[in-house]
Structure formats: C-alpha cells, structure tokens
C-alpha cells in the first residue's frame, strides 16, 4: 500500500508563509506525478500545483509567482513553499501522488489534508 501524509497547514496573516509537505510512503516502485489540490468550505476542489517528467511544474494562475514547488525524490516528499498568502488561500490542501507500486500496479492516492487559513 501507498501512503500519503501532508503537514505544515496552520493559521498565518494575510502576506506571511507557509511551506506544506507531503510524505508518500509504502510500496512504491516509482512515482510519476506528485500535485496539491485545495478545496475551500463549500466549493469544489480545484488544482494548486503539479509536478512531473511529463509537464514540469504547472501552477494555477491564482498561485503564480507566489507559491514554488520543490521535490525531494529520494524521501518521496513534495513540499509547498506559499508566500504572500491571501485570505482567499484559506482552505484544505490535499497532496495527490500517482505512480507505480512495487508489483508494478498503478496507484492514485490522497491524503487527508492539511487545512491553511489566511486570516489578520
């Protein structure tokens, strides 16, 4: 089984940091894509940041220039760097992995979430 843990979620003030990390663990043979989803109270859960051999890093436009992805590919762990926070960050960041486990079959998990609010 693959697994994934996200941390570093937390309360800031609008324009301060947070880094997010994401921990995926288990039986993995190789790991394709790592993302971060977040998804506000009440809307749908919407694509923050992505990173692959296929696309590069893709960053949402809302987050452009103020949030940076960096992998650590031997510890399986992506971390979210988020600067100049603003109130409308506020939400449940979720790491979404996809790869191959160690039987060579294809996995897709998530973890449970980390929550960010931006709040003065």
């Known amino acids: 089984q693959v697994r994934v843990v996200e941390s570093g979620g937390g309360l800031v003030q609008p324009g301060g940091s947070l880094r997010l990390s994401c921990e995926a663990s288990?039986?993995?043979?190789?790991?394709?894509?790592m993302a971060w989803y977040r998804q506000a109270a009440g809307k749908q859960r919407d694509l923050v940041a992505t990173?692959?051999?296929?696309?590069?890093?893709i960053y949402a436009d809302s987050v452009k220039g103020r949030f940076t992805i960096d992998v650590e590919n031997t510890k399986n762990t992506m971390h979210l760097q988020m600067n100049s926070l603003k109130p409308e960050d506020t939400a449940v960041y979720y790491c979404n992995v996809r790869g191959l486990t160690k039987n060579l079959s294809p996995y897709d998990v998530w973890g449970q979430g980390t929550q960010v609010t931006v709040s003065s």
């Open positions: 288990g039986s993995i043979f190789s790991r394709n894509t």
């Open positions: 990173v692959s051999h296929h696309t590069g890093t």
